[in-house]
Every structure is written in C-alpha cells, then in structure tokens.
C-alpha cells in the first residue's frame, strides 16, 4: 500500500504543488520524545488493518481521506495521527513506518493541495504534535520527494496556524492549536523566530480556559486527561529542541495534573463527571507517568469544583461548584453536590457516568438522561434537574451559587457545600454534610432542605437521594428497612444506614471505562419534603 501511494504523490503537478515553492528542502531540527506509552492492543488492530475507537472501526485498507469527514470522533481520530502512539507501542519503526507512511501520503493526496475542514486549526495543532514526536514513522521513507512533500505541508500547516489558532474554539480546542504553533517553531528548521508568538498565544488559551486551580472550565476529567497530554509533549518538544520552557507554561502544567489527580479513585481511574467514565486506568497510568511532570492530587479545587476526600484507601471526590457555562461544554451535568466512594481499587457510590469523547452504541435518549441530576449520587427534588438540561441539550437556568466549608481535626476531614438549584422552582436550598474519619472506615452524611426566597411549596414535594452502587455490588436490606448490606468482590463488606426516610434498592446502570452500559444497582433514600424543609441523615460504615 505504502509503495503505490508514494508513487501515486510523485507524479504530475500534484508532486509539486506539495513540494512548494521552496528550493531548499525542509528538515527537522528536534525530534521530541513521547515516553507516553499507547495501547499496544489498539496497535495491533492497526496492524491487523483496523482502526478502532470506542465502538466504531474501519478498514486502514480502504481509507479514503477524501471521504473522510471530519465530523464524530473516529474521523478525527484518523485525521489527527495520534494514533501513531499505539502503532509505536506495537510496532518497530521499520513495520510501523510502512503503515504510517501509506496512510500519511493518503491523508497528502487527499488534503495537502487545499485548505479544508482536516485544516481545522485544533486537528492542525494535534497533527503537528504526532507528527514531530513519531517523525521517524512517517520520514522513513528513501523517496525524497515523499519527505519534503511532508514537511512542507506540515510547515504551511504550521503558518496556516499561526493565524486561525485563536479562531478554534475556546477551551482544549484552542489550546490545542497553540500547542501545535509551539512544536513546530521548536521542530521545524527556522521556526525559533516564531516561538515568542506561539507561546503567547498558548499562555492566553489557557488562561481563557483553566483555571487558576489548574482544572479546566469544562469541568471534564477526561478532557483534563488530554490536557496534560497536551502539555507533556510541548514539554518533551522544548527538551529536545534544548530550550527553556516558560515558568508559567510549566505552572500550568503542573497544576492541571494536580487537578487530574484530584478526580482519580482508589483504582486509578478516573471519577465520572460531565458526561464522562472511567476511562482506562492504564492509559491513565501511562500518561502520568510519561508527562514529565509530578504533582499531588488537588484536594481543594473552588474553580475546578471537585472536592477530595481520603483516608488510609477511602477516596471520596464531590462536585462542589455549578456545572461548566455551555460555550464551554456540550455535554455539561446537572451533578451540582454529587459524589463518589472508593475503598482501595474497588468502587463502591458512582455517578451513572457517559459516553465521554467516544463513539458509543447508546442512544441519544439514554445519553441525554445520564446528564440529568437522578443520574449522579445526590438528592433530586421531584424528579426535578438541580440545574435544567433544555431541549436542545443546552444547559438552562439553576445552581448558580456554591458555598464551600471545609475543616480538619483528629478525628475526621468535612466539607459543607450548598446550592441554590432548587431556589427558583421550590424556595429550597439544598446543603450536603459530609465527613470521613481519620480511619477511613465511616462516611456520614446529612442532605438538608432549608426554606429560602418567598417562593414555597404549596404542601410536599417527593424527594429522593440516590446512591448509585458501583456494578457487581450486591445490597442486601436489613430487616427493618432502615439499611443494607453492601457486598463487593474486592473489599469488605460495607453498612448503608439511613434515618428520617424510607430505604429502597432500585435498579440502575453504569457506563464503563468502553462507554457501554454495565447494570448495576442504587440505594434510594426516599420521602417527601414540606415548605419549611427538612434533613435526611445517612451513613456509610466499613464492617472490618
């Protein structure tokens, strides 16, 4: 395949508008060194002649980047060229460079003579990326006219950067693209002139989208996750350039796997929050290790919004701030005070989780309700979203203020968080206490409505505060319906008490770390609530 490509790209007219104008033939300066480590399975399939993402494939034997959209995740993912990781993780630099080089001179013929949507400015930025770091992959080749072909379009992508990267959207997106602009004027002969501008422009994309906490605006794990990926790899560029990186980009780095860290679980994978899952623990693992950088988990996070608690194996993370603005995330949650619970690697309370950023088998309608506020481990007022999720998928009105109480002592670690979600429609304000003890084996918890506003209930509202259980955790109730008995494979049994309402087991589903639904279970604490409101107290307890 590569050879009828190669030879396809070296004839005609075709060979020289990619070849340019310029007489002298480009080259590299710096080659960067990912020590992330990529999926050697998802390698292999590439090699086997499948290209696989989340629950979509398709054939490397037929690509066809002229009918390649640019439009859901598995095109982008071809577009970009970060599969070139995974391929690396399975394959030599003489098997892979065959694959990577028929598929880099297929994307040329079909995208290096014109601007098109694969020119999108974030698409550019991620190529430049992969293509720096894996460049003995796609410029082994002895066809001199494929090479510079290659590194011309990839110096005009880089110019075509240098003035469209503030036009990709705000958030990842952009910073995405300025990252690009910074790896090529790092890599590319002659680019250092360039680099002052590029990390300008990389210094305001992420002071537009992170916070000072160092989590994106976006509240998403899993695009925090592709954050500091970002970062590792501009990292790795300016070493191997030999230059010094920025302090502040530094900073910014470090604080965004602070705040990464913030949301792992006691299995070191990540929390579900904003439409998000697990994720692969190991491709978790990889990154950290691979970023460069170290840093502590992030424990309290007022911008980032997520809350941490643990003690000696118990991990406990909390949304404690309003769900991200639209322009910042499409798939924003109603999961204001939500949390979860871990005891070592085995999950115990969940949030019901998303597709995250991959192609997925469940519809759109299950989708839309797994944003929903019934769908995360917090209280729901009549069957109410503590912030609307409007028809369009948009985020409307709801929690727009959190207040925030953390103390420590001998005993145990608390937070005391409220939101005023249900303030308009019912005149209520939801507060969330929660302790760990220093031991690690008691979690209590107190859900209190509070009258606030002239608003009132007329006579009750149904209440329900949702548990949902992490899958293969059997709860058994206890005989005076108070409590269960909550029973896993991987830790000790743990005691669910609750008092002021009524106990019920329910049914419920989880989305994997593969976006696909796993049954589960969710303990549902229910009653119904008057206008001047009312306090439901719950406990979880270790039995060993």
Not at 191 to 213: I, K, N, T, V
Not at 282 to 307: D, F, K, S, T, V
Not at 480 to 494: E, T, V
Request: glycine letters at 12%; a neutral charge; proline letters at 5%.
């Amino acid at each position: 395949m590569s050879d009828d490509v190669v030879g396809k790209l070296a004839k005609g007219s075709l060979f020289s508008r990619l070849l340019g104008s310029d007489r002298q033939p480009l080259r590299l300066v710096a080659v960067p060194r990912d020590h992330v480590a990529g999926d050697r399975a998802r390698g292999d399939a590439l090699l086997a002649g499948r290209m696989i993402l989340g629950s979509e494939s398709i054939s490397l034997a037929e690509v066809d980047f002229n009918a390649i959209s640019t439009d859901g995740p598995l095109a982008r993912e071809v577009q970009s060229f970060n599969w070139l990781r995974d391929l690396a993780a399975s394959a030599s630099r003489e098997k892979g460079a065959r694959l990577a080089e028929a598929i880099a001179g297929r994307w040329l013929i079909a995208h290096g003579t014109r601007v098109d949507g694969a020119w999108a400015p974030e698409l550019w930025g991620e190529r430049i990326l992969f293509w720096a770091a894996y460049a003995p992959y796609i410029l082994s080749s002895r066809d001199g006219g494929y090479r510079s072909a290659l590194l011309n379009t990839l110096a005009r992508g880089a110019r075509h950067l240098d003035s469209m990267a503030d036009k990709a959207a705000p958030g990842l997106p952009r910073i995405t693209a300025w990252a690009g602009v910074v790896v090529a004027a790092l890599t590319l002969q002659g680019g250092l002139p360039r680099l002052s501008r590029g990390e300008s422009g990389l210094m305001r994309a992420l002071s537009a989208a992170q916070f000072e906490d160092g989590g994106l605006m976006s509240r998403s794990p899993q695009e925090q996750m592709l954050l500091v990926d970002r970062l590792g790899l501009v990292r790795a560029a300016y070493f191997a350039a030999k230059q010094t990186q920025p302090d502040a980009l530094e900073n910014a780095a470090a604080a965004a796997l602070a705040a990464l860290h913030g949301v792992t679980m006691g299995d070191h994978a990540l929390s579900s929050w904003q439409g998000g899952n697990p994720g692969d623990p190991a491709r978790l693992a990889a990154l950290i290790e691979g970023c460069g950088l170290r840093a502590r988990p992030l424990r309290q996070a007022r911008g980032w919004g997520y809350q941490r608690l643990s003690a000696l194996g118990t991990v406990i993370v909390v949304d404690a701030a309003p769900p991200p603005p639209p322009r910042m995330a499409a798939m924003g949650c109603a999961s204001t005070l939500a949390l979860e619970i871990s005891d070592g690697a085995q999950r115990l309370v969940v949030n019901c989780g998303g597709p995250g950023p991959v192609s997925s088998e469940l519809s759109h309608e299950l989708v839309q309700a797994l944003r929903t506020t019934a769908a995360h481990s917090t209280l729901v007022l009549d069957d109410t979203n503590s912030t609307a999720i409007l028809p369009d998928g948009s985020l409307g009105k709801g929690v727009a203020d959190v207040i925030i109480d953390r103390s420590e002592d001998n005993d145990c670690s608390r937070i005391e968080a409220s939101h005023d979600g249900y303030a308009r429609g019912f005149g209520l304000i939801h507060q969330r206490r929660i302790s760990l003890g220093n031991d690690g084996k008691e979690v209590r918890g107190e859900d209190r409505l509070t009258a606030k506003g002239r608003r009132k209930i007329r006579e009750a509202a149904p209440y329900a505060v949702r548990f949902h259980l992490a899958p293969g955790i059997e709860a058994t109730v206890t005989a005076d319906g108070m409590g269960a008995i909550l029973r896993s494979p991987g830790a000790p049994p743990w005691n669910f008490r609750c008092r002021g309402a009524m106990l019920l087991v329910e049914e419920s589903l989880v989305v994997d770390g593969h976006g696909r639904p796993v049954p589960s279970l969710q303990l549902a604490v229910v009653g119904e609530i008057s206008g001047i409101g009312g306090e439901i107290a719950w406990q979880f307890r270790r039995s060993s």
